[in-house]
C-alpha cells in the first residue's frame, strides 16, 4: 500500500485517512518532539490526544529523534507520502491554512496522494512545513 508519514507533536488533522484508506493508503503518525524539556509532548500525552482526536492510526513515539531527522522533518506537522516502492513523491504541508481548516484552497496532502494512487507525478512535490518547530534534543 502507499504510505503517509506525517510527523507530529501538535495537532494533526487526519481526513485524508478517511478518504484515501480504502484505496490502500496507511497513515502512520510521528511524534519527535524532545519529552525531557517539552513533558506534554510525551508518549502517555500523545496516547491522551490521539484518544482526544479520534485518531484511527498509528500514532509512534520517536524517542531518538532519529526518524525526523532521517526524513528531515521541521515541524509538526510535516508530511511525507511514500508510494508502493517507498519512493518519496510529497513532502510538506497538509494544506495552504494551518490555523483555518475551513478557508484550505489547496489541500497539498490530498491532492498529491491523489495524483500517486491514479499513477501519476503530483504537480506539487515540495511545500514548506507549516506549524510548531520539532522541539529537539
Request: a negative charge.
Amino acid at each position: 500500500g502507499k504510505v503517509i508519514v506525517g510527523v507530529a507533536g501538535c495537532v494533526v488533522g487526519a481526513d485524508s485517512n478517511q478518504s484515501h484508506a480504502a484505496r490502500g493508503v496507511t497513515l502512520v503518525a510521528i511524534g519527535s518532539n524532545d519529552a525531557t524539556r517539552y513533558p506534554d509532548d510525551d508518549f502517555a500525552h500523545m496516547k491522551e490526544r490521539a484518544e482526544e482526536q479520534g485518531f484511527n492510526f498509528p500514532y509512534l513515539r520517536d524517542e531518538t529523534q532519529e526518524i525526523a531527522r532521517a526524513y528531515g522533518a521541521t515541524h509538526t506537522p510535516h508530511v511525507f507520502l511514500l508510494d508502493a516502492q517507498g519512493v518519496l513523491r510529497y513532502q510538506g504541508a497538509i494544506d495552504d491554512n494551518y490555523e483555518d481548516p475551513g478557508s484550505v484552497e489547496f489541500a497539498f496532502l490530498r491532492d498529491a496522494l491523489d495524483a500517486v494512487l491514479d499513477g501519476k507525478t503530483p504537480k506539487v512535490a515540495v511545500t514548506d512545513a507549516v506549524g510548531c518547530t520539532i522541539k529537539w534534543k
